[in-house]
Structure formats: C-alpha cells, structure tokens
C-alpha cells in the first residue's frame, strides 16, 4: 500500500461589489497554480506522478480516495443567498482547462464522467462537488455547507500520472456586495496498491490508458 497526495492553495480573489468580476490578488499562501476562466469560475490543475511505478510495468488500483480541507472559507460583504461551489476531481487522463475549452458549466450541470460530457466514468477516479452558501446568521463572513455528492470509478490504471483538479464557481446573488472570496487549501490523497498484473492485461491496460488520451469517449 502507498499513500500519495497533491496540495492546491487556497484561492483569494477580490471584485468590485454589484460587478461579480473576480480577480486573484498577490498573498503569500495562496492562488498558486490557479487559472482565471472567467471572473466567477477559476481552476487549479497539477499532477502525482507515477512515472517510478509504471517504469517497473506495475498497475495503480486506488483503494481509498478523499479530499483534506487546511483551513476555512470567507466571503466578505456578502448577503445570505451567496454561494459558491467547489468540485474537487482526479483523473486518469489530462484535462483541457484552458478558457475556451474546459467544460465547465456541463462538469456542473451533468456531473464529471455522466452521460453528455467528454470524460467517461472509467476516467474519473474520484469527484466531489461541494455547495456552500451564506445565511442570515453569517451573511457577512462564512459559508456553510449546503450540499455534497461525490462520483467516480476508481479505476485502476497504468497510466504515468494521475490529473488533479480543483475548480470554484461564484454564483452570488445579484443584490450581492461581495467584495472578496478566500477558498480553503486542499490536499487530495490516494491510497493505493501497487500491483504487477499479467503481461497481457498490463498490454491491455497501457493500450486503453493510451487511447483514451488520444480521444477521450463520450458516453
């Protein structure tokens, strides 16, 4: 069994009040490797590298798989109704997260690896959306949790790496006055066994790691 694990900062954006056009600001801690999408969506991508294993022609079969939260979330000069959803996701194939590309209102609205989307179930190893949202009693300050589901295969995989993604959607209410948005940090971590398969179905696997990445499917 070996444990493996990738960290994603916290994000803070500010935005004028009324406008719900976010951009990341310069602190210490925070927005490293995060895209700005739009100004109300924003992603973090990176990687856990399996190279030394595949080299050695093992197989990954993940056994447990969750998300670790570092710290707390604010929104500041918010109104009860604001809210913010956070969808943490590791695949076994890469991810275009590029502006113009990423999916992300289907990743929302359909889920990560459904029917309709370009990932399929086999890609998704683990997906957690969160929604939290303001109240009257912390309308100010911080969100509370308001629902969660998680998907996803766990696959096993012979793949080189395994894709980690952590992406935030702002839906503020229109009358909002939000003027700032810290996320917490998270950690994903993997418990997996490491196992050397048959030589055919290890040939078997490397050929379906390869060609869904090539040209993932849709289901």
Request: proline fraction near 5%; aromatic fraction near 10%.
């Amino acid at each position: 069994m070996k444990i493996l694990a990738k960290y994603h900062s916290a994000l803070d954006v500010t935005g004028a009040a009324g406008l719900f056009d976010f951009t990341p600001v310069n602190q210490i801690g925070s927005n490293d490797n995060w895209t700005r999408l739009n100004g109300q969506v924003f992603v973090s991508d990176t990687y856990i590298d399996l190279g030394g294993l595949s080299m050695d022609d093992k197989t990954i079969f993940p056994s447990g798989i969750t998300v670790q939260r570092g710290s707390i979330s604010q929104m500041r000069d918010g109104s009860a109704g604001d809210s913010y959803l956070v969808m943490d996701v590791l695949t076994s194939i890469p991810i275009d997260v590029s502006p113009l590309n990423f999916d992300v209102v289907n990743w929302f609205n359909l889920g990560v690896g459904w029917p309709g989307t370009t990932l399929n179930w086999e890609h998704v190893l683990y997906a957690r959306c969160q929604r939290w949202t303001l109240d009257l009693d912390t309308g100010a300050g911080f969100p509370l949790k308001a629902d969660e589901w998680q998907m996803g295969s766990m696959s096993p995989t012979a793949s080189d790496r395994v894709y980690s993604y952590r992406v935030v959607l702002l839906t503020p209410q229109p009358q909002s006055g939000i003027s700032r948005y810290i996320s917490s940090s998270a950690r994903h971590v993997l418990e997996v066994d490491v196992k050397e398969e048959p030589e055919y179905e290890y040939l078997m696997r490397l050929k379906r790691s390869y060609d869904l990445q090539q040209e993932p499917d849709v289901d």
